[in-house]
Every structure is written in C-alpha cells, then in structure tokens.
C-alpha cells in the first residue's frame, strides 16, 4: 500500500472522501496523515474521528523555508509517499515541490489550463461558458499546471452565483479525486474524465 498524506487548510471535505475511499475494500493506497496549515481547519477533527493521525504546521509569522522544512518533517517522520493537496491554499515553492517531484497530487476548481488561480466559479461565470469543472493534477512548481491526471464537468446554469456553482461542483470534486488518487496509486497516469 502506497502512504498518502492529506493536505488541507479548511473544511476538508475533498480530503474526508480519500480517506473514506483509501479505507474501503481493495484500495492501492492508505492515509497516514492529514497536515493543516491552519490549527482552526475543520477538517482536522474529521480526520481523527476516522483515526487519522493529524499535524497542524502553521505558516504564520515565521519564512517560509522554516514552514516548509517543519512540513517536510512531519511527512516523512508519518512515512508518506504521495501527498495529496486538498483544498491547502499555500503556495508550495519549487524547492518544496522538488523534495517531492512527480509524488504531489493537487484538486483545483477549474477546467485547467483555465482559470489558474483564485475565484474560478466566477471567473467561469463570467467567461460566459456553459460548463465548468474540476481537475486533479500532477503537482510541479507553475501555480496550478502539471500533468492533467483527471477532469470532472457541471454545467452553468443561467442564475448561478459562485455559491450555487460550486455547491453543484462540490459533489464531482468528491467523485473525482478518489478516482484520480485510486489509479495513481495503482500507477496509472491515464487521464479520464467524468463526464
Ligand atoms: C475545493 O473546492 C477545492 O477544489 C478548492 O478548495 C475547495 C476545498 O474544499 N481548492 C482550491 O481552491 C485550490 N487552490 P474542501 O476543504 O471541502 O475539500
């Protein structure tokens, strides 16, 4: 079994639906740790109530190097071998991202290559297009580029706010990030979509 560590900075719930499927029958991969930057993440309890170990690693009032050094500690002392980023709104650096090269999954609420970056449910809106997405990703150090591992689609709907969209959103991310982690772990790079 391959050892995932989580990384999350909130509500955690992309994080909660890999460590229900990682604890399920017949899974490639097991959750050793879920790591937040944050000490207040929701998430973190979640975690524990499905006996998981935690680590809180805040980035506040301290470089970033030193932030970055603490968590590359904590990961390996948990044994992790693949870390999936979910919903953990730091921005890694390449030095980072290196230590852990072609090992780092991330879920970002966009159809990548487009709307990198931050408020894509309104950005998709505003774009005018008829669907939306998310995407799981192999992790290099461009912000949100890497490998396309997988691609979730809603549509927008003529009244959607960035809350009504993501809320339809939310529900594919839970779908797709358990599969992309599932054939990663196996060792498959394939991408699909879920259409
Ligand atoms: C998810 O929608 C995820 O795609 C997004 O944050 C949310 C986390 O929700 N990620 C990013 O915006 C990354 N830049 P969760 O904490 O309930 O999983």
């Given at each position: 079994h391959r050892a995932v560590a989580i990384l999350i900075s909130g509500t955690g719930s992309n994080m909660l639906r890999l460590v229900e499927s990682m604890q399920?029958?017949?899974?490639?991969a097991r959750p050793v740790l879920v790591l937040s930057?944050?000490?207040?993440?929701?998430g973190l309890k979640h975690a524990a109530a499905l006996g998981v170990p935690t680590a809180v690693v805040d980035?506040?009032?301290?470089p970033k190097p030193e932030f970055e050094a603490e968590m590359d500690a904590a990961l390996r002392d948990a044994g992790a071998e693949i870390l999936c980023l979910a919903g953990f709104m730091r921005v890694l650096s390449a030095d980072f991202i290196a230590r852990w090269e072609g090992r780092i999954l991330n879920i970002h609420p966009?159809?990548?290559?487009?709307?990198?970056?931050?408020d894509t449910h309104a950005r998709a809106i505003a774009s005018g297009m008829a669907v939306h997405g998310a995407t799981v990703h192999e992790v290099i150090a461009d912000l949100d580029a890497g490998p396309i591992l997988g691609q979730a689609v809603v549509p927008i709907l003529p009244d959607d706010t960035p809350d009504t969209l993501a809320a339809r959103l939310l529900p594919a991310e839970h779908r797709l990030y358990p599969e992309a982690l599932r054939r990663f772990a196996a060792g498959n790079r394939a991408r699909f979509a879920l259409l």
């Open positions: 399920g029958a017949d899974h490639p930057n944050r000490p207040e993440a929701k980035h506040r009032g301290r966009s159809l990548l290559p487009l709307f990198k970056g931050l």
